[in-house]
C-alpha cells in the first residue's frame, strides 16, 4: 500500500479564498483523523471520522472549516475563506479499528 | 481526562551517547501508549506501542521504551544515538473510548551531535 496520500503537498493562496485538501486513507482503514500543526500550537486534533461518518468535530476551530467524508478511500478538509492565521501543517491519519495511526506528509499551507 | 506530558522542549546528545526522551501520561483506564518521530518536512512514522505485557517495548530503528506503572512513565531510549536520530519525537495516548483517537505530547526534539 502507497500509505496515507495527501495533496497537495505544498498549498500558497491569498487571503479571503477557499483552499481544499484531500486525502486518501490506507485501503480498508475505518478511522481517519485531520490534525493541524503549527510552531505555536503544537499537533492539534481537528476533526475524526468513523466509517466515513463524522464522530468529532470539537476541534475545527471556526465554521469556516469544513470536512468531508463522502467514500471510504477519499476525505477532504475545506477553509473558506482562508485567513493568515491558518497558516499550518495538515495532516491526515488513517487506523483500523484501534491500532497504531498511519500519517500523510503532510500538506503546508500558507496564506498570504 | 487523558493528557500526555513531554516536560523536555529538546534533548541534547553526543553520537554513541544513550538518550532517554520523557514522556509522562494521565488516564483514568488501562494506557494504550504510542511513540512517533517526525523528520523535517515529512508526516509522523510510528515507532512503538504499549499496549499490554512487558514493560520494555522495542521499536523500529533499534528505539525502545520502558512502561512504568507506578511512575505514569513511558520514556523513550536508545542505547547508542546516531546523528540521523535527530528529529521531533511525540509520545501519544490513545483516547479511553478506543476509538483509535490519539492525544500526543507537545513533542520533543532530539539533536545528536557528532
Known amino acids: 500500500d502507497a500509505g496515507v496520500i495527501q495533496s497537495p503537498r505544498h498549498e500558497v493562496t491569498e487571503m479571503g479564498q477557499e483552499v481544499t485538501l484531500r486525502c486518501k486513507p490506507i485501503?480498508?482503514?475505518?478511522?481517519l483523523f485531520w490534525y493541524r500543526q503549527t510552531m505555536m500550537r503544537g499537533l492539534e486534533l481537528l476533526i475524526y471520522f468513523n466509517n466515513n461518518v463524522p464522530i468529532d468535530d470539537s476541534g475545527m476551530p471556526e465554521d469556516r472549516f469544513s470536512a468531508k467524508m463522502p467514500n471510504a478511500s477519499f476525505s477532504t478538509l475545506k477553509i473558506q475563506p482562508s485567513e493568515p492565521r491558518d497558516s499550518a501543517v495538515y495532516f491526515c491519519?488513517?487506523?483500523?479499528?484501534?491500532?497504531?495511526?498511519?500519517f500523510g506528509q503532510g500538506t503546508r499551507l500558507t496564506v498570504v | 481526562a487523558q493528557s500526555v506530558a513531554q516536560p523536555e522542549d529538546q534533548v541534547n546528545v553526543a553520537e554513541g551517547n544513550p538518550l532517554t526522551v520523557k514522556c509522562t501520561y494521565s488516564?483514568?483506564?488501562?494506557?494504550?501508549l504510542f511513540w512517533y518521530v517526525q523528520y523535517p518536512n515529512r508526516g509522523l512514522q510510528f515507532l512503538l506501542k504499549?499496549?499490554?505485557?512487558?514493560?520494555l517495548v522495542k521499536g523500529s530503528y533499534g528505539f525502545e521504551a520502558e512502561f512504568n506503572k507506578s511512575q505514569t512513565s513511558f520514556h523513550l531510549k536508545k542505547p547508542s544515538a546516531l546523528v540521523s536520530d535527530s528529529a521531533l519525537y511525540f509520545c501519544?495516548?490513545?483516547?479511553?473510548?478506543?476509538?483509535?483517537?490519539?492525544?500526543f505530547g507537545q513533542g520533543t526534539t532530539l539533536q545528536v551531535k557528532p
Open positions: 491519519a488513517s487506523n483500523l479499528r484501534s491500532r497504531q495511526a498511519f
Open positions: 488516564v483514568s483506564g488501562n494506557p494504550y
Open positions: 485501503s480498508g482503514h475505518d478511522y
Open positions: 504499549y499496549i499490554t505485557g512487558d514493560n
Open positions: 501519544a495516548v490513545r483516547d479511553e473510548g478506543n476509538t483509535g483517537k490519539l492525544i
